[in-house]
């Protein structure tokens, strides 16, 4: 089970960028059409439409990042530390040479497989995890991740 949180990634040693008024005083990058762009164009937060860079893919984004085009990109924390942890890798780059900012917004509780795991298999634990949503015990665990 993870939570996913939508964020806001720097580069370390460069502006922390923890919040949407943080964000008012940085170029941010962000995915194009996605819904992570239209929070950062909603009215409510003032953001500089000329400070926002949308773009067509995650790739590009990372790159912008550490080539120092944008100052910070707003993506979920899953989506940074997988692309850290793969293009990194090409750019020589660590976790320690990022930053990834409070959360923003936590969506909902998920439970991840691989792309590997059998159709049967998704379908079981799927069936079996809806009728244990229905118990006091997933209450309770939920009632304890929510304190954190």
């Known amino acids: 089970m993870y939570e996913s949180k ?3 990634l720097t580069l370390n040693g460069s502006k922390n960028v923890d919040s949407m008024a943080d964000a008012k005083l940085v170029k941010v990058g962000v995915l194009a059409g996605s819904s992570y762009e239209t929070i950062l164009l909603n009215p ?3 953001l500089d439409k000329a400070k926002i860079e949308a773009v067509p893919n995650d790739n590009t984004n990372f790159k912008k990042l550490i ?3 944008i100052e910070a990109w707003f993506t979920l924390d899953i989506v940074a530390n997988t692309l ?3 293009q990194g890798k090409t ?3 660590e976790f320690k040479d990022f930053r990834i900012g409070k959360p ?3 969506q909902e509780k998920y439970i991840a497989t691989t792309s590997a795991t059998s159709g049967e298999l998704v379908k079981k634990v799927s069936t079996a995890f809806e009728a244990f949503k229905k118990t006091s ?3 309770d665990i939920i009632k304890k991740i929510n304190k954190k």
């Open 67 to 69: 080539g120092k085009k």
């Open 84 to 86: 850290i942890n793969t």
């Open 91 to 93: 750019e020589k780059m």
């Open 104 to 106: 923003i917004a936590i």
């Open 6 to 8: 939508t964020i806001f």
């Open 137 to 139: 015990a997933y209450s």
């Open 44 to 46: 409510e937060h003032s």
